[in-house]
Each structure stands twice: as C-alpha cells, then as structure tokens.
C-alpha cells in the first residue's frame, strides 16, 4: 500500500521559523492559535490524514462512486473516514464561534487541508466544497440563512456544493442559462442542468446544500445577470430540519481518468425551491467568495498528490536495487546498489523535492494573508488583501502544473512499477491531472494574473511583491554562501519588471498579445516566486545550523535542496523569457483550416 507521513516538520519550519505565523495570529486576533495549540492540530490532524484516510485511497479508486436511481453510493470505507471527520470537529477549525466553530486562523485550516488532500483528493472533495459553502453564506447569506445552514455545515452533519457549469456552459458561466422564477412565497423555482458537480449526490451526510448560479427574469446578459441560490436536497422543516426531498435530481455521475471515489454528478433542478442569497444579480461576486478559497483548496489538491508521489519514489528508489553506482559499488555486499544512487534519479527525486517544499511556502504565506486581512492596522489589512489578489491564480496555477510534473517524475523513478495500479502512483498522476482543470482552468489563472492583477493594477501589485523580492534579496547579498541566490532574484525582479512592462504597451495596440503570453507570463512569475521563498528558507536555515545534529540534517537539506533549484530549476525561466517577448501573430495568423485534417 502507497505510504503518507504528513510534512509535519516542514510546515513547523514554515509557520515558526520562515513567517512567525505566531506573530501575526496574535496581532490579527487569533489569541488563541497558540504554539501549543496549533502544533495540537497539526499532529492530530496528520494522524487523521495518516491513520484514517490514507487508507481508503486506493481501494476507492478501485471500488469508485456508484450510480442507482437518482443514489450514489460512495467507496467502503468512505463514510466511517466522514464520521471520524465529523466526531473530530475538522471543518470547524476557522469557522465562526458564533455558530459552532473554533475561531482559528485560516492558514491553519489549510495546512490541515493539504495533509487531507494528501491522504486522498477523490474523498477530500466533500469536506472542501462545504468548506467553501461555509465562506459563502458566512459572507453572504442573510442572518436567517447564517443560522439556518451554518451550524450543521461548519458540524459535517450536511455538505455543501458549487453548482455553476452547465452542458453549454463550462468556464464562460456568463452564459448559464439555468433560471429562478419568483414565487409567491418570496422563494424560487430553479430549472436547469448542471454538470461536473463535486458530491452533487452521495450518502455521506443527511442534507446537501447547492449553491446554484441561476437567471432571474429579465437579468441582463453575462455575468451581470447571474444570482445565486441556495438550493438544498432536502427542504427544511420548521425546526430546520431536514423534511421533504427538494426536486434536485442526480440523473448520473460521470466517468473520469482519476478521482474515481468523488461522485461528479451531473443535476437536474426541475421546480426546485431555491432561495435568494445576497443581492438580485450579484451571484458571481458572491461565488467568487467560495471560488477564490476553492482555488487555494485546489493548489493543496495538486500539493498533496506531489508529496504523496514523492514519499513513495524515495521509498521505493532506497530498496529497488538496479546496477552499480559509476564510481564503484556503494553496497558491494548487495547484487546491486538501489536506484537512489544514480544521478538521474537524484534529478528526478531533487525537482519534486524542490518543488514540493517550495510550493508549500507559497502556499503558506498566500494562506496567511488571509489571516492578516483580520489585522488589527487597517494598511496590515489592504496590504494582505493586494498580496492575496495577486498571488492566489499564481499559487492555483503554479502548484497544479507542478503537481502534473512531479507526480510524472514519481511514475518514471520507479519504472514499470509506476505504471502498473499495485504501486498506487499512478492513482497520483491520474488524481493530479484535475487540478489543472478545477476552479478555473490554469488558462484562466494565467489570464487573471497579467491581464487583471498586473495589467488591471498598473503594475501595482506586481511591485507589491517585488518589493518584497529586493528586501530578501538585500538581506542574502551580506552572506557569502546565500549571494549566489541574491544575484539570480535581483536580476529575474529586473526583468520579470521589464516584461510586464513589454506586455502592457504590446497588449495596449493588440488584446491578442497579453492573452497569448498569459500562460507563459504565470510559470515565470511561479518560478521567480519559488526562487524568492527558497532564499527565505535559505537564510533561515543558514541560520540555525549549529542547534542540533538532528536539526542540521533538516536544514543542510534546505540549503542543499535549495542549491538544486537555482541551478536546475530557476534557469527555465531562460526560455520562458524569450517566448514572453515573442509576438501574438505566432499564435493567431495561422488559419483555422490548418488544424483540419
């Protein structure tokens, strides 16, 4: 069976060390997120992940979710793991204490998150759809609601949905054309199909509460005339209960490459009872309160599959034995020496390894602005809040594209055993490959980074976080060891500023030229980004070797790891550079007619 042991140490290193994550709890009013307290949620929440859904993973992916009349059933073992999620109070770690919750800080929350992800994505998908709905109405919903569906959501005793893609209508929900009928009684009718819905049906909980992008009569067209509704399976009776069966109906769950325990169901609202949440034509900005935490949720998908991938290549690559080091025998009292030997292997092991943990930094300290949004200086405030709005499609789309790679590297380090199912990594390249789809496909991050961060802000918040790029940098040019790193991020903030720079006036004369070098302009601005948190891990583990032998094994791995990126990693920059500046007629003069055969 694959093996999981949640990054315990790194994410110590990362809150306590890295980002004095105990600093800006309390100064954002999270007096009791404690030392104590959060290492408490970190180790129960890594024998959760590790003892309870680690174990279900693969035999759901073999069993998958099944389909019966308008039922779904979910994998054996699926609803005991949601039971134990529910008894432990998991989903109520950053919920309101107003209505059941613990009140503790979300990036918290999210490092529990991506341990759960880890231990299995397709099962993960419940828990984090309702978190997202728990955001929405906390925001949202009118106090009535707030009280009506929170504390049973922020509870696990019901679950939650995003319901917006329709058959016609994937990305572009603009076009949804899903509709809510006023009815006497101040409720909706909601009509329309939608499709690719996560836990749409299953048996895990007693209620599930959709939350459906709907047209009113006479909307406006586009994403101006969309309204959100809150549509539960179960309608609620006078004690807010659930009573009689709403007309949602799961007509079929669909067939897919990988998350095969995760219901994605496709759902037929046929006079469904609906109700309003927020104003008459603002769904999109209220659904966006669940999406933008879903896309942080998503990156911790791709995350958790990456270090699941890597955990079983070095497990497998230390016993496999294969050949003779070049150099001579490193284990002449064995047949051969294992695989982790080989240089090759080393790459492979090194750049999931370098991507892995920084990705995790990323992840972080995009997941502590959230925190700071709750500062106690409102400038603390707006600061996170600009920060959050530029990294968030750099953290969705980055840490997916890598997951795809390095969970690739995981089936190429262990040969024909990757490939075959008994190993369980293929399960990881095949549960990674949604992630560049989920929530916005990574086009769409790319597109929402340079054209409304960066070009929509006139470069503001791009110089938001290359302020923060000449501080590190500064700080690293005084140490011998760390300049190296020093020269290669003031130079990349030089450029990665003069590239923007080129797409504005370019993309000024022609909209072709920003949107074709998007995709490009994201894994640039990703790498950059992982280089700029590998020199703060670098400084600080420069700076405590010497506490311990068992330490100085985890930080000369930081120092050594974080060598391995700059010099392997950070050069790819290098071609995405050139392709930045070359020019959109590459892409568009093309006629269509080419591409028929």
Request: net charge negative; charged share 20%.
């Amino acid at each position: 069976m694959p093996v999981y042991k949640a990054p315990l140490r790194d994410f110590r290193f990362l809150l306590n060390e890295v980002f004095d994550a105990p600093r800006i709890y309390e100064r954002s009013g999270f007096a009791e997120a404690t030392p104590d307290v959060v290492d408490a949620i970190l180790s129960e929440g890594a024998k959760f992940a590790e003892n309870v859904v680690a174990p279900i993973n693969q035999g759901g992916d073999e069993h998958g979710a099944h389909w019966e009349d308008g039922n779904v059933t979910t994998p054996p073992g699926w609803k005991q793991a949601w039971n134990a999620y529910r008894e432990g109070q998991w989903g109520a770690i950053a919920a309101s204490p107003e209505f059941g919750g613990q009140g503790l800080p979300e990036s918290l929350e999210l490092c529990f998150n991506e341990m759960v992800n880890a231990a299995s994505v397709a099962w993960r998908g419940c828990s984090g759809l309702t978190l997202g709905a728990i955001h929405a109405i906390q925001a949202h919903g009118s106090d009535e609601q707030k009280k009506l569906y929170l504390p049973k959501l922020i509870d696990a005793e019901w679950s939650g949905t995003m319901c917006l893609t329709e058959p016609h209508a994937g990305s572009d929900v603009g076009i949804v054309s899903s509709t809510a009928t006023p009815q006497a009684d101040g409720t909706y009718a909601i009509n329309g199909t939608k499709i690719f819905i996560t836990y749409g049906e299953h048996d895990l909980t007693s209620n599930i509460v959709h939350l459906v992008l709907a047209r009113l009569p006479g909307a406006p067209k586009g994403p101006k005339g969309i309204s959100l509704f809150i549509v539960p399976k179960f309608l609620l009776d006078d004690s807010g209960n659930a009573g009689a069966r709403n007309p949602v109906i799961c007509s079929t769950i669909e067939k897919k490459m990988g998350i095969k325990g995760s219901p994605t169901c496709v759902l037929n609202f046929e006079d469904a009872k609906g109700y309003l949440i927020g104003p008459e034509h603002g769904g999109m900005a209220c659904m966006f309160t669940m999406m933008n935490y879903a896309r942080l949720d998503v990156a911790q998908h791709g995350l958790g599959q990456s270090e699941r991938a890597l955990q079983n290549a070095v497990a497998y690559t230390r016993e496999r034995l294969q050949m003779l080091a070049p150099n001579g025998a490193k284990f002449p009292e064995k047949v051969a020496d294992p695989i982790i030997v080989h240089a090759d292997i080393r790459r492979m092991l090194l750049t999931m390894k370098s991507l892995n943990e920084g990705c995790r930094a990323l992840t972080t300290y995009a997941t502590l602005q959230l925190d700071l949004k709750h500062h106690k200086d409102e400038a603390e405030r707006v600061r996170a809040d600009g920060m959050l709005a530029f990294l968030t499609p750099i953290v969705k789309g980055f840490d997916t594209e890598t997951a795809n790679e390095t969970t690739y590297w995981g089936v190429q380090s262990m040969g024909g055993h990757g490939y075959i199912r008994e190993s369980g990594m293929e399960q990881f390249a095949r549960d990674a490959r949604i992630t560049q789809i989920y929530e916005g496909t990574n086009t769409i991050q790319a597109n929402d980074l340079l054209r409304r961060k960066v070009l929509g802000s006139k470069g503001a918040l791009l110089e938001l976080f290359l302020a923060e790029i000449d501080a590190v940098a500064a700080e690293l040019s005084g140490d011998s060891d760390l300049a190296y790193q020093a020269d290669a991020l003031k130079a990349h903030r030089t450029e990665w500023a003069a590239l923007s720079r080129d797409i504005a006036e370019r993309s000024a004369k022609d909209g072709d030229e920003a949107a074709g070098a998007a995709f490009d302009y994201l894994m640039y601005s990703g790498y950059v980004a992982l280089a700029f948190f590998w020199g703060r891990m670098s400084k600080v583990a420069k700076q405590s070797l010497g506490k311990s032998a068992q330490d100085d094994v985890f930080y000369k791995s930081k120092l050594q790891t974080a060598r391995f990126y700059f010099e392997r990693i950070l050069p790819r920059t290098r071609t995405l550079a050139i392709t930045l500046k070359a020019p959109a007629s590459t892409l568009m003069d093309i006629a269509e007619d080419a591409f028929v055969f």
